[in-house]
């Protein structure tokens, strides 16, 4: 049965990050975010660390490791230096997303049905570390087949095309991509994997997503990082978790 429970936020820090990289410097400190996103409600937080550490630094991790009060979702691409992270620090889940170096964001979901073995193993001394694997993928059947198999626990659908649809009012595309999130959610979710969904979700575009009853997490970032140059980053969290909250009610 689906569930219609709390569905929880997590926040991504990551551009936090990217801010205070510009300048090369401490500031703006992407842990005072997560406290902060812990006092505004976040359920979790998530961060990325990238191959080229572009916004969040290993330090950071390290620190994250430390202080929060909720669970740590670890974004990383498939490496065997990523994997080694991971290892030494456990998080509470570890998400695996596709990653380009010359990409500006994560472009689309990883392909897992045709590097499944590569995955299989990748991913089983994650789950042996107790940590819940999570793979980042399109709303795409063959991927989420693929990531069942593999032993995968969570999927988080990728929601970047139906956000750029509505972003740039495509809006049959925007349907499309919606219809597809919610069916591959409720497939998902009849396969035994826990779903979670975010990428480029703003104000405009998390209700429907949230109205799904099958998922369970959303993870969004950007948007709130952006926000909180007008709003502050408590309430801008405040603020999605009401549009969240109302969308799961109705
Ligand atoms: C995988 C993902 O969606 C997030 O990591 C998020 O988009 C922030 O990182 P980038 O903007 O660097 O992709
Ligand atoms: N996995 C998606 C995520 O963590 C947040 O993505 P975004 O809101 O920064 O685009």
Redesign the pocket.
């Known amino acids: 049965m689906a569930n219609h429970g709390k569905l929880r936020l997590g926040v991504?820090i990551?551009h936090v990050a990217t801010v205070r990289n510009a300048r090369g410097g401490a500031y703006p400190d992407p842990l005072r975010a997560a406290r902060i996103a812990e006092e505004a409600g976040a359920d979790g937080i998530t961060a990325?660390l990238?191959e080229d550490r572009?916004?969040i630094s290993d330090a950071d991790i390290e620190g994250l490791m430390e202080v929060l009060t909720v669970p740590l979702n670890f974004?990383m691409a498939a490496t065997d230096e990523m994997q080694k992270i991971a290892l030494r620090h456990k998080p509470h889940a570890v998400c695996i997303?596709p990653e380009k170096r010359e990409e500006r964001?994560?472009e689309g979901g990883l392909e897992v049905a045709r590097e499944e073995n590569k995955l299989a193993h990748f991913i089983a001394p994650l789950r042996d570390a107790g940590c819940r694997v999570s793979i980042?993928i399109a709303a795409d059947r063959r991927q989420i087949e693929a990531a069942h198999r593999i032993g995968a626990q969570v999927i988080e659908l990728h929601t970047g095309a139906y956000c750029d649809a509505h972003a740039e009012d495509r809006l049959e595309a925007r349907d499309a991509e919606l219809r597809a999130l919610r069916d591959m959610a409720t497939y998902a979710h009849e396969l035994g994997l826990e779903v979670h969904a975010?990428?480029g979700l703003t104000y405009d575009t998390v209700k429907p997503v949230a109205a799904f009853p099958e998922v369970m997490e959303l993870n969004i970032?950007?948007f709130l990082i952006g926000e909180s140059i007008f709003l502050g980053l408590g309430p801008a969290i405040v603020e999605m978790r009401q549009l969240m909250d109302e969308a799961r009610r109705s």
Do not use: A, L, M, P
Request: aromatic share 6%; glycine share 14%; no cysteine.
């Open positions: 991504n990551d990325h990238r572009r916004h974004e997303v964001t994560t980042f975010g990428h970032g950007h």
